[in-house]
């Protein structure tokens, strides 16, 4: 008796877990497999297959017929690194121990339209201060300058504090996001919150909801909140340099400084980069990032494909005026801020 | 007044006996506590953070509880069971680890039944709390998988005690399984940053077998040495959900050691009443 109690209880104790486990695809960690497993991915989580106009499994045929069991890892590695670049995305890459793949054609395409050293030198003298990964001073005219190479590195709010004070006398800022890759939305919402006055919409974030390439949430709007009471403001104008470098969320910050009453964006088109980077991995242990959530702006568009400079601010660095201490997208744009608000 | 006077007497002298001997009657329930330290092997999934099955240890720390209920002691015992744990697994290639830690507690009720054979059967409804949360380091903006879940389970045991060269042994077995409750996880795609946004829509979700299956599995012996007993034998779990497409699974084997005692509260120490073991 004792023993049919104790066989019926480890019997129920061993079958109901497998009954009970949910399944998940596993793919072999050999070429098919690799390539499989990173067509999939991004099949099921890839956020701009339908606004970009892509047919992913014309891609998979293309491409599949390239993997063979022979290939080598590096062989397979510059097959599947050409099949992501088919996604036109500077947020997708694929990092192995031997290579880290990029779409560069988002930037490589255009007119670089920055020289760091140029500013550092030629309009500082290389008299200027730096905190908390910024530069800025004042440059000739009362015009205040700051230039945030990275919103990878988080501004302090003290330290934003003490540069927009150093620079409370000028008549109008500009901030130079030229370059500028990106980082964190939170360092972004940080800087920005010195422009506005009340809770503002600033865009809205989609997030995929299923497999399907249209299975999006509803927009999920996003406001700002001005600084607190007692930190530094800037209600004077502002100009937001950019150039084709001005990615993710740079271009984030762009595609909502633009929408501010005293600011203006001048220079070139960012590089767009609006989708947020997912993370995963393929069996070999090779990373996979891509964009899997759409970033929209307080108009609902996408800014995937770059933020234009406003009406009128559009402008190129002349490499031959540079080579003279002159930076014509600055000079320009500074010019045509102070007639605007005169 | 005399009359009442006499009456008024023999009733307390009445409700004094009464008393005295429903104190002698009213039983003891020692505790029967352990504490224990696990070690063993841990499997993880999470298709949020990766499509991979991550193996490697898991290590963790547990305190039981069970007492004969107050109010129905013969038949009734109350349980509780508290975990902590961490994991630290790595992927195939072993080119990357997570991180997993959770913590988990069940409080329950249980009916018992000694049987003529010597094995007492217990079984029962429980309240179940899980959290915890899988770390994945490698992952830019979606390095957590959080874990919370508020469960109906049932639990139970059974225990059977004999001799082993006249060394009184306990052989307890105590499954849990959670059938109804909620659990928490983010929609397919949906990163944190959202959540951190307050986007904080649809991120509870019915648990039933269909979509957290879970199922803990404790066999122990408690060897006895005297007043305190050594405990060791197997702790097994399996926790497996299916939500918006996202799978996750933890599985665990470990062996468990540790000390267990049926304690008593000081104020029964002195008295000679029945004494009612939880497991028996």
Redesign the interface.
């Known amino acids: ?2 023993r049919k ?2 066989l019926l ?1 480890l019997s129920v ?1 061993t079958l ?2 497998l009954a ?8 072999a ?1 050999d070429p098919r497999g690799n390539f499989e ?1 990173l067509w999939e ?1 991004l099949d ?2 890839y ?1 701009f297959f339908d606004s970009k106009d892509i047919d992913w499994d014309e891609v998979h045929a293309r491409y599949g017929a390239l993997i063979s069991p022979e290939m080598t890892r590096e062989q397979l590695f510059d097959v599947c690194a050409a099949m992501l670049a088919e996604l036109r995305d500077g947020h997708v890459n694929l990092s192995a ?1 031997f290579n880290t793949s990029y779409y560069r054609a988002w930037w490589s395409d255009y007119p670089q339209n920055f020289s760091l050293r140029l500013i550092q030198e030629s309009y500082f003298g290389f008299d200027y201060r730096q905190s908390s990964g910024m530069m800025y001073g004042m440059l000739t005219d009362n015009v205040g300058y700051i230039h945030i190479p990275s919103f990878s590195t988080p501004i302090g709010e003290g330290n934003l504090d003490y540069a927009l004070h150093y620079l409370a006398t000028a008549s109008a800022l500009v901030i130079d996001v030229r370059d500028n890759g990106g980082g964190d ?1 939170t360092t972004v919402e940080t800087v920005v919150s010195r422009f506005l006055t009340e809770p503002t919409l600033v865009g809205y ?1 989609s ?5 399907g390439h249209g ?1 999006f ?1 509803e927009p ?1 709007p ?1 406001v700002y909140k001005p600084a607190a009471e007692g930190r530094v403001r800037w209600g004077k104008p502002v100009l937001v340099l950019a150039n084709r470098s001005t990615f993710s969320a740079a271009n984030n910050f762009v595609s909502i400084m633009r929408r501010l009453p005293l600011a203006r964006v001048g220079g070139a088109v960012t590089g767009g980069g609006s989708g ?6 393929l ?3 090779w ?1 996979v ?1 891509f964009s ?2 759409s970033m929209l702006d307080a108009a609902g568009e996408s800014t995937e494909a770059g933020i234009p400079p406003t009406p009128g601010y559009e402008a190129d660095m002349d490499p031959e005026a540079a080579l003279h201490g002159h930076d014509t997208l600055l000079d320009t744009c500074v010019e045509r801020l102070m007639a605007d608000f005169q | 007044m005399k009359r009442l006077t006499l009456f008024v007497l023999c009733a307390v002298a009445a409700l004094a006996a009464w008393a005295q001997g429903e104190t002698r009657e009213t039983p003891l329930r020692p505790v029967l506590a352990s504490y224990t330290l696990s070690v063993g092997s841990a499997r993880v ?1 999470d ?1 949020y ?5 991550y193996t490697g240890w898991h290590t963790g720390v547990g305190y039981t509880r069970m007492q004969a209920s107050r109010w129905a002691p013969e038949r009734w015992t109350a349980m509780l069971d508290t975990r902590l744990w961490v994991e630290k697994v790595e ?6 680890a997570m991180w997993s830690a959770g913590i988990r507690a069940e409080w329950g009720m249980v009916r018992r039944w000694a ?1 003529p ?3 007492t ?1 217990a079984a029962g409804p429980a309240l179940g709390i899980d959290a915890g949360a899988v770390y994945n380091a ?6 957590v998988g959080a874990r919370a879940a508020v469960t109906a389970n049932l639990t139970g045991f ?1 225990s ?1 005690a004999l001799h082993i060269r006249r060394l009184p042994v306990t052989f307890i ?1 105590r ?1 849990s ?1 959670p059938v109804i409750g909620t659990f928490f996880s983010p ?5 944190y ?2 959540i951190y ?3 904080r829509r649809g991120l509870m979700h019915p648990a039933w ?1 269909g979509s957290r ?1 879970g ?1 803990d ?1 404790t066999l122990t012996a408690d060897i006895n040495l005297g007043t305190t007993s050594v405990r060791i034998g197997y702790e097994g779990r ?1 926790l ?3 939500t ?2 996202i ?1 996750t ?1 933890n599985i665990s084997h470990c062996l468990t050691i540790g000390v267990s005692g049926l304690w008593l509260p000081l104020s029964g120490r002195r008295t000679h009443a029945r004494t009612i073991n939880p497991c028996r």
């Open positions: 008796m004792t109690i104790l209880i104790a109901l877990p009970g486990c949910h399944e998940v695809t596993e793919y960690d497993a991915m099921k989580h956020c121990a939305l974030i997030h995929k909801t299923g497999p299975d949430s999920y996003i947020m980077p997912y993370s995963s991995e069996p070999c242990g990373v990032r899997a959530c | 999934t298709t953070l990766t499509p991979l099955t992927n195939p290639p072993r080119t990357a049987l054979c010597g094995l059967l490698r992952n830019g903006n979606n390095p059974a059977y077995y499954p399984l929609e397919y795609g949906e990163l940053y959202e946004l307050g986007n077998w299956f199922l599995n399996i497996s959900t299916k918006n497409h799978v699974r």
